[in-house]
């Protein structure tokens, strides 16, 4: 088992996941389709205001879109009840880049 697998391993299994397995799994499988993505625990704030403590993926996915390739970073948060409930996708614009107003499949705050 890799370090990766190892950290995944314990994160999951610290933050309580109804299904840790498949948690894993599409983790993994993640991975190997996009090798930029990494996973980290980070506490994700709800516009209700409440508080979860969840797997969030970061990196880039690939898209095209006009006869060019773009590397869109992304966040990717895993709910407790994932995947049940769908996970909670945000754009992370870097410096330089915008969301474009009006977006309609990406709200102003990167929400997808």
């Known amino acids: ?7 995944l391993d314990e994160m999951v299994a610290r933050i309580g996941y109804a299904q840790p397995a498949r948690v894993k799994q599409d983790i993994m499988e ?3 389709r996009y090798a930029a993505m990494r996973h980290k625990a980070k506490t994700h704030f709800h516009s209700d205001g409440r508080e979860s403590f969840l797997v969030a993926l970061d990196g880039t ?3 095209s879109y006009q ?3 773009y590397h869109i970073p992304v966040e990717v948060l895993l709910s407790k009840a ?5 996970p909670f996708c945000f ?3 870097v410096s330089g880049m915008k969301v474009k107003h009006n977006h309609r499949h990406v709200t102003v ?4």
């Open 91 to 93: 754009v992370r614009p």
């Open 61 to 63: 996915v690939p898209i």
């Open 67 to 69: 006869s060019a390739t």
């Open 30 to 32: 993640t991975w190997q």
């Open 82 to 86: 994932y995947p049940n409930e769908a």
């Open 1 to 7: 088992m890799t370090m990766n697998h190892m950290d």
């Open 109 to 112: 705050d990167g929400r997808v």
